[in-house]
């Protein structure tokens, strides 16, 4: 059974939170891959920067709904999603934009758990993690390429 740490991307690209979100689209496009982890200047890993999570800024402004009872508003969204939006429509930098706390793998693990968390959880990137270091990456197309290499 195959392991993560033998189709992941061992020289991963990385952005720091502070990263203008426009350079952060260029790379993404340049380099072709869907999402690159974040990491602070100690190198610790505090995010993941998706292409869905750059596609957000071109979302309509969500209006929140809201209903009177009794003279007051009540809104049907919480406030708490509605700035997290907000913060994504107008991100500048990769913190603005960034899923923070991102789920990662080990190395060790197999390709059917991370296919299992891919399709579960429809994530395309999830970064390798081991002893609490960056050590790779693992996109859908790294799982893809071991059913179509017959390994």
């Known amino acids: 059974m195959l392991s993560v740490k033998e189709i992941m991307t061992r020289d991963v690209i990385t952005v720091s939170p502070e990263t203008d979100i426009a350079h952060a689209a260029r790379l993404l496009l340049e380099k072709s891959v869907n999402g690159v982890p974040v990491v602070d200047a100690t190198g610790t890993l505090v995010g993941i ?5 750059l596609v957000a800024q071109q979302k309509k402004f969500p209006i929140p709904t809201m209903f009177t009872l009794l003279d007051g ?5 919480s406030m708490k999603h509605l ?4 913060r994504k429509i107008t991100a500048t930098t990769v913190a603005d934009a960034m899923s923070p706390n991102p789920v990662t793998v080990r190395p060790d693990a197999s390709i059917e758990e991370v296919g299992t968390i891919m399709v579960d959880r429809n994530f395309h990137t999830v970064p390798v993690v081991d002893k609490g270091d960056l050590v790779g990456i693992v996109g859908k197309e790294d799982v893809l390429r071991t059913l179509v290499s017959g390994l």
């Open 49 to 53: 920067l998706c292409q869905s999570d």
């Open 73 to 77: 508003f009540i809104p049907l969204t």
């Open 83 to 86: 700035e997290k939006e907000v």
